[in-house]
C-alpha cells in the first residue's frame, strides 16, 4: 500500500499528541489515502455520495487528536515549599496561576518539596482532598473532577499564610 503525504502528516500530529497507534492503526485500516485522483464509491450510502479515499478517517483521525490536546489542557500543577519556602502556588500548565477554571476532571500534579508543609485542596461546603501528607516529599498525580464553586489550595499547618484561591464555573 502507497502511503500518501497526508497520511505522515496526520500520523505525526497524532503521535505528537499522544494518541499514536490506535489512532493510525485505525486509519492505515480504512485504507488510508489512495492517492490522487482516485475516488471510492460510497459503498452502502443510499445517496450514492462520492468520497475521496481516507476522507472519514481522516476526520476521525483529527477528532482523537482534538480529543488528546483537550485532555492535555486540564493539566494543573501544584507546587508547596519549594527551595524551603513557606509558598504554595497552583498553575496551568502553561504556568499561569490560577484564578478561574471551567468545570471538569483535571490531572493535578503536586510537587512536595517540603518535609514541613502538605497541599490540600477544598471547595467551599463541599470537597476537602488532603493530595500530600505533611511528612511526605515528592510528586503526587491525582484526577478530580472540579465542580462549580469557590476553591482554595492550602498547607494545612500554614493554612493563615500558605494558601490561594480560584473559582470554578
Same mark, same amino acid.
Given at each position: 500500500?502507497?502511503? *500518501? ?5 496526520? =500520523?505525526? =500530529? ?5 494518541? %499514536?497507534?490506535?489512532?493510525? !492503526?485505525?486509519?492505515?485500516? /480504512?485504507?488510508? $489515502? ?9 459503498? /452502502? $450510502?443510499? %445517496? &450514492? ?5 481516507? $476522507? /472519514? ?7 482523537? %487528536?482534538?480529543? %488528546? *490536546? =483537550?485532555?492535555?489542557? #486540564?493539566?494543573?500543577? &501544584? ?9 504554595? !502556588?497552583?498553575?496551568? =500548565? ?16 503536586? #510537587? $512536595? /518539596? *517540603? ?31 472540579? !465542580?462549580?464553586? *469557590? ?19
Amino acid at each position: 500500500m502507497k502511503l *500518501s503525504r497526508k497520511w505522515f502528516v496526520l =500520523a505525526g =500530529a497524532v503521535l505528537a499528541l499522544g494518541a %499514536a497507534l490506535p489512532a493510525a !492503526t485505525a486509519f492505515a485500516n /480504512d485504507g488510508g $489515502d489512495d492517492g490522487p485522483g482516485h475516488v471510492r464509491h460510497g459503498g /452502502d $450510502d443510499p %445517496a &450514492g455520495h462520492v468520497r475521496h479515499g481516507g $476522507d /472519514d478517517a481522516s476526520r476521525n483521525l483529527l477528532a482523537r %487528536a482534538a480529543t %488528546a *490536546s =483537550a485532555a492535555a489542557s #486540564h493539566k494543573l500543577i &501544584g507546587t508547596v515549599g519549594k527551595g524551603g519556602s513557606f509558598k504554595i !502556588t497552583l498553575t496551568d =500548565a502553561s504556568g499561569k496561576r490560577v484564578r478561574a477554571l471551567k468545570a471538569g476532571t483535571y490531572t493535578i500534579v503536586v #510537587h $512536595d /518539596d *517540603s518535609p514541613i508543609h502538605n497541599f490540600e485542596l477544598e471547595r467551599e461546603h463541599g470537597l476537602e482532598k488532603e493530595l500530600t501528607d505533611v511528612s511526605a516529599v515528592g510528586t503526587k498525580t491525582v484526577r478530580l473532577k472540579l !465542580t462549580p464553586g *469557590s476553591y482554595k489550595a492550602f498547607c494545612d499547618p500554614h493554612e493563615s499564610t500558605m494558601f490561594q484561591n480560584f473559582t470554578v464555573r
